[in-house]
């Protein structure tokens, strides 16, 4: 590393992380996920019918992930309003015919994903099951948000790309 540590690592994971890597850029480049601004603009409108202003970062960050490939990154500090931001996307996609899907790591991240941005969500172990088991939930027309995604593994985050870029998601 840049400190001149020693890294420690196998050869599965840098295949994984390369597969990773493939993946989160074959998807970067596909612009099927753009939706149009009067979908943006009518689900900012619902949230501050209901109280709910954003920051400039925010829609900044809603813009980016509606606006641009099939592949986003929201990042924030907790409290920074990333699950609110995450929903005004939701509605935006689904106002504009997308099935929206949240994954989180555990049961407990995915039901708060679920009660505080009204998406239907599940954990990534199931997820990764049903799409091992031939029946995943995702198609050309789905959006996957997935919560934490830093806190994955490489093989996992690898298979949900590869499966996404599959099946277009």
């Given at each position: 590393d840049t400190k001149r540590n020693q890294v420690f690592t196998t050869q599965a994971v840098i295949e994984a992380e390369r597969?990773?890597?493939?993946?989160?850029?074959?998807?970067?480049?596909?612009?099927?996920?753009?939706?149009?601004p009067k979908f943006i603009e009518a689900a900012l409108a619902t949230m501050a019918?209901?109280?709910?202003?954003?920051s400039d970062e925010q829609v900044e960050a809603v813009m980016s992930a509606c606006t641009s490939s099939s592949?986003?990154?929201?990042?924030?500090?907790?409290?920074?309003g990333k699950t609110t931001s995450l929903n005004v996307v939701r509605t935006a996609y689904?106002?504009?015919g997308f099935t929206v899907l949240g994954a989180a790591t555990a049961k407990l991240a995915a039901n708060n994903l679920?009660?505080?941005?009204?998406i239907e969500t599940m954990t990534i172990a199931r997820l990764l099951i049903d799409i091992e088991q031939e029946r995943s939930p995702l198609s050309a027309?789905?959006?996957l948000?997935?919560?934490?995604?830093?806190?994955?593994g490489s093989d996992q985050l690898a298979?949900?790309?590869?499966h996404a870029r599959e099946v277009q998601a």
């Open positions: 597969e990773m890597i493939d993946h989160a850029k074959a998807l970067a480049k596909h612009e099927a996920f753009s939706i149009e019918e209901q109280g709910v202003t954003l592949f986003a990154i929201q990042q924030g500090s907790a409290g920074a689904q106002q504009a679920a009660e505080e941005a009204g027309k789905s959006v948000l997935v919560d934490e995604a830093g806190q994955l298979s949900l790309l590869r």
